[in-house]
């Protein structure tokens, strides 16, 4: 079963390590463009546990897509 819940980048409740990417995106203000991209890439929309993944495994893509420099 796939439950998908709308909610925006800032609600969401993040977990383990996806927690530091979505504070990096947030104090780098780039949390609307990163709801713009998850809409392109995921049109039907995404669990909140293929989100929290997405932040968790791939935060040097989703940096280097958004143009936050890597620390």
Avoid: C, H, V
Wanted: proline share 1%.
């Amino acid at each position: 079963m796939k439950i998908i819940t709308e909610t925006n980048f800032y609600n969401f409740d993040a977990w383990s390590s996806a927690i530091d990417t979505k504070e990096r995106i947030i104090n780098e203000g780039k949390e609307k463009e990163f709801e713009q991209l998850i809409e392109e890439l995921y049109p039907d929309g995404l669990t909140d546990t293929e989100l929290n993944d997405l932040l968790r495994f791939d935060d040097k893509w989703i940096y280097e897509t958004l143009g936050i420099e890597e620390e």
